[in-house]
């Protein structure tokens, strides 16, 4: 059987009547999502459902409904028997890769990014900031546009070899995508609440540390790797120091892809809303290699069939 990495989408991935079919389909999904409602006082299945898009795409509201769509996922993966090698998560998804490796159960999984939702929002309106994806630079040149204007502006997600999104206060944001346009490359403002990833979000940072801190991570099942390092790891401890980090760290997902390659991973498994990260991998990874989306309990026949 080949290697098989398993990653899990995070804000960006949503849209109306995501996790509908997993509902659907039985009790798994049904518990997975009366889990979230529980965890985070907010009636997801109805927002997933109808929405509207602007409110289910709030932070306070997206992150507990994308993580539960994750979790339906991943169930219906082992359900099928899906076995990974190793997990990973973009931003909020990584919560949704310690589920699936066991370092944390699918409730503190669940309460935790609840948690994180509401920080990130509290500040978000205290500190508001914005975010837009360079496309055509190399991550070297996205830091180096970014020093070369005033203001609080860094990378926040090395998504592929020649797309780096960009955050902070606003008009360093906008200032940062002219200079990338008057170089040839493409800006693209992203439609975020807040500055993710960067330190106008500080103070979110250090009570989720805080939060954090004294829970019990169990060793992984499989390799994890964190995005703060994109070094795969078996150390529940080094899952953790990470994790303290991750909202204020650049999401290393080039160096991810990377890693699991590496690590000799021949199939990637998205499990969750949409295909970004699929359409991410597929530009880091080389031809040949198997990118598989798993969005709802039909996507599974196609896991059965390479696996």
Same mark, same amino acid.
């Given at each position: 059987?080949?290697?098989?990495?398993?990653?899990?989408?995070?804000?960006?991935?949503?849209?109306?009547?995501?996790?509908?079919?997993?509902?659907?389909?039985?009790?798994?999904?049904?518990?997975? !999502?009366?889990?979230?409602?529980?965890?985070?006082?907010?009636?997801?299945?109805?927002?997933?459902?109808?929405?509207?898009?602007?409110?289910?795409?709030?932070?306070?509201?997206?992150?507990?409904?994308?993580?539960?769509?994750?979790?339906?996922?991943?169930?219906?993966?082992?359900?099928?028997?899906?076995?990974?090698?190793?997990?990973?998560?973009?931003?909020?998804?990584?919560?949704?890769?310690?589920?699936?490796?066991?370092?944390?159960?699918?409730?503190?999984?669940?309460?935790?990014?609840?948690?994180?939702?509401?920080?990130?929002?509290?500040?978000?309106?205290?500190?508001?900031?914005?975010?837009?994806?360079?496309?055509?630079?190399?991550?070297?040149?996205?830091?180096?546009?970014?020093?070369?204007?005033?203001?609080?502006?860094?990378?926040?997600?090395?998504?592929?070899?020649?797309?780096?999104?960009?955050?902070?206060?606003?008009?360093?944001?906008?200032?940062?995508?002219?200079?990338?346009?008057?170089?040839?490359?493409?800006?693209?403002?992203?439609?975020?609440?807040?500055?993710?990833?960067?330190?106008?979000?500080?103070?979110?940072?250090?009570?989720?540390?805080?939060?954090?801190?004294?829970?019990?991570?169990?060793?992984?099942?499989?390799?994890?790797?964190?995005?703060?390092?994109?070094?795969?790891?078996?150390?529940?401890?080094?899952?953790?120091?990470?994790?303290?980090?991750?909202?204020?760290?650049?999401?290393?997902?080039?160096?991810?892809?990377?890693?699991?390659?590496?690590?000799?991973?021949?199939? !990637?498994?998205?499990?969750?809303?949409?295909?970004?990260?699929?359409?991410?991998?597929?530009?880091?990874?080389?031809?040949?290699?198997?990118?598989?989306?798993?969005?709802?309990?039909?996507?599974?026949?196609?896991?059965?069939?390479?696996?």
């Amino acid at each position: 059987m080949p290697k098989v990495a398993v990653v899990f989408p995070g804000q960006g991935s949503q849209c109306l009547g995501m996790g509908q079919a997993w509902i659907q389909a039985g009790p798994a999904g049904q518990d997975i !999502f009366a889990l979230a409602e529980k965890a985070s006082g907010l009636p997801l299945i109805t927002l997933c459902q109808q929405g509207p898009l602007e409110e289910l795409t709030r932070t306070v509201n997206l992150q507990p409904a994308v993580i539960a769509v994750d979790l339906c996922c991943w169930q219906g993966l082992v359900s099928a028997g899906v076995k990974p090698h190793a997990v990973a998560g973009h931003s909020v998804g990584e919560y949704a890769a310690l589920a699936a490796a066991g370092v944390l159960s699918p409730a503190q999984c669940l309460e935790l990014i609840t948690l994180r939702g509401r920080l990130m929002d509290r500040d978000a309106i205290a500190n508001p900031g914005a975010m837009a994806a360079i496309m055509g630079a190399g991550p070297e040149e996205v830091a180096a546009l970014c020093q070369e204007v005033e203001g609080e502006v860094q990378p926040a997600n090395y998504n592929t070899p020649a797309q780096t999104v960009i955050t902070g206060e606003r008009q360093a944001v906008a200032a940062a995508g002219a200079l990338a346009k008057e170089r040839g490359f493409k800006a693209i403002p992203l439609k975020v609440s807040g500055a993710w990833h960067s330190p106008l979000i500080a103070a979110a940072g250090r009570d989720m540390a805080e939060a954090l801190a004294p829970l019990e991570f169990a060793a992984p099942a499989c390799l994890h790797v964190p995005n703060t390092t994109g070094e795969p790891t078996a150390d529940a401890a080094v899952i953790k120091n990470q994790l303290m980090k991750q909202l204020t760290a650049p999401v290393r997902w080039v160096q991810t892809i990377q890693a699991l390659l590496d690590q000799g991973v021949e199939v !990637f498994i998205e499990a969750g809303p949409k295909n970004v990260l699929a359409g991410l991998i597929k530009k880091t990874a080389p031809a040949g290699t198997t990118v598989l989306n798993v969005q709802e309990p039909g996507d599974l026949d196609q896991v059965a069939a390479v696996l």
